[in-house]
């Protein structure tokens, strides 16, 4: 008998929003995805109006569902570009400032000045929240709007604005303004979270001077979030699962067991490792994080970020015109026997793990004569090997060496770039079947607490490898290769104390 039970994933990300129906056995049965704006007011900043983002969020649900049965839609996971902060009224549900990206630097010299006047509060901090002081995450976001918007600070003490991360924006939305909470692993994501008491830390929040009451109702992942306005959709569907991107995408690899590793490739890269009930603390400037949460039970990570992966094939397609589509960037590559030394370093946002860098701006090193289009276009995707390979290294620093890597994200359509990965990591990679994971990690938690899914290892089944690529290139050649590319970061760092 067939299984007709579907749910709905939305996929809010950097770029574009996407949402896709998955039935039980998690294959995609409709899909829907719309691109909008970025903005760039100045050097470093990168945001995205609110509205955009729940509009085009409501019109590809409403494209997807209109492929279904929407009366066996059973349940709605949602999955987001983490870090992005909002802040909005609460009685009229408007944002009072456009949502700042969790690639925008423009707290940079807050988070320097915090440093500079404790040198231990970095530790604290860290200790607390498994982050760094960095203006990654959300908390110098929300100082920043409170500061700067008229009037914005004494309304948020006040309790009339709320914040939230891009989720509990959405889910404010979609229930008319009934739930304002977020789950465990977009919490800890924010600098705000203690991530060993599971709770909003009073500490934190007076280091990054963000009001309390402000701050979402905490969740389990799988969880009953709230029930979707019916005048939205045509009709009630709950809302049951959460999780941020990178978790998301981990839980849709079947990431469950500790050393469990995936690594996503969308507008960053961003590497995940399974360090079970263990909180583990990397020495050397990787983070510590929130997996996932069941049942008030927390399994932990170790995460590597990369600010620019896609990004960077996006860039040459919108700022330089040298691509027309992503696509033509593995012909390209494929092109060239060697890319005689050319080397992008995209710190087009500064440099994320483990360098933290936000201060470095991005290169392009090794030019000559005859460099052109080709040259520029594998460097790009040669930058993103290089980069999953400083992370990797910082793990195996940290006594952690995986044996293979998941990959998912939209990159890994490239078979060109999934094989040099293998040769820069020097271990095979693994492509599913779906590598829209991130989607599928938000349904698979949604279709646990909906009762589709007994249990994880039922959820396990449904993973399958589509390609395996191990490693070709001869060591001395990779060896050569990652020497031109640390020279090449060298040159562009700032923070080299």
């Known amino acids: 008998m067939t299984d007709t039970r579907y749910i709905l994933a939305i996929d809010q990300g950097t770029t574009s929003s996407r949402a896709i129906v998955f039935d039980a056995n998690g294959r995609s049965v409709a899909v ?112 920043w709007i409170l500061d700067h918007v008229t009037g914005a600070r004494a309304r948020a003490e006040q309790g009339d604005l709320a914040f939230g991360t891009v989720d509990s924006f959405l889910l404010w939305r979609l229930t008319g303004a009934q739930s304002h909470a977020t789950d465990a692993t977009n919490a800890a994501r924010t600098n705000l979270f203690n991530i060993r008491d599971n709770a909003w830390d009073d500490r934190l929040c007076e280091i990054f001077r963000v009001p309390k009451r402000m701050l979402p109702e905490v969740k389990d992942c799988a969880a009953d979030f709230g029930m979707v306005d019916p005048d939205i959709f045509g009709c009630e569907i709950p809302v049951l699962g959460m999780a941020g991107d990178q978790q998301a995408a981990a839980f849709g690899q079947c990431c469950f067991e500790p050393g469990d590793i995936k690594s996503t490739y969308g507008t960053g890269c961003f590497v995940i490792l399974n360090t079970g009930d263990e909180a583990v603390t990397s020495q050397h400037r990787l983070l510590t994080t929130v997996g996932y949460r069941l049942n008030g039970k927390t399994s932990y990570a170790i995460e590597g970020a990369i600010f620019v992966a896609g990004a960077a094939v996006q860039w040459l397609r919108d700022g330089l015109g040298i691509i027309k589509s992503a696509a033509e960037s593995e012909g390209l590559a494929k092109s060239l026997d060697d890319n005689h030394g050319v080397y992008l370093v995209p710190a087009f946002t500064g440099l994320g793990a483990p360098y933290w860098d936000p201060d470095a701006r991005g290169a392009i090193f090794g030019l000559t004569r005859d460099t052109g289009p080709r040259e520029f276009v594998r460097a790009a995707l040669e930058s993103v090997c290089y980069q999953t390979f400083d992370l990797f290294e910082a793990m195996a620093a940290d006594g952690v060496s995986p044996k293979a890597v998941r990959v998912d994200g939209g990159m890994v359509a490239n078979d060109w770039l999934c094989q040099y990965l293998s040769d820069i990591l020097d271990v095979p990679v693994q492509r599913p079947v779906v590598t829209e994971t991130t989607a599928l990690g938000a349904a698979y938690l949604a279709g646990l607490q909906a009762g589709i899914y007994r249990d994880l290892g039922h959820i396990a089944e449904n993973w399958h490898m589509d390609a395996e690529f191990k490693p070709k290139l001869e060591g001395g050649r990779r060896n050569h290769l990652l020497a031109g590319w640390k020279n090449a970061v060298k040159r562009v760092m700032t923070d080299q104390d």
């Open 32 to 143: 829907a995805q719309q691109e909008f704006p970025q903005h760039f007011p100045n050097s470093g900043w990168v945001e995205h109006d609110p509205e955009d983002l729940w509009d085009t969020v409501v019109a590809v649900c409403r494209e997807a569902l209109s492929r279904v049965d929407v009366a066996n839609v059973e349940a709605i996971g949602i999955t987001n570009q983490r870090e992005t902060t909002v802040v909005w009224d609460r009685k009229t549900g408007k944002a009072v400032y456009n949502a700042i990206v969790w690639q925008d630097r423009r707290t940079a010299a807050l988070c320097h000045d915090l440093k500079r006047r404790d040198p231990e509060l970095e530790t604290d901090v860290n200790n607390r929240s498994g982050l760094l002081i960095d203006p990654y995450f959300s908390a110098t976001k929300v100082a």
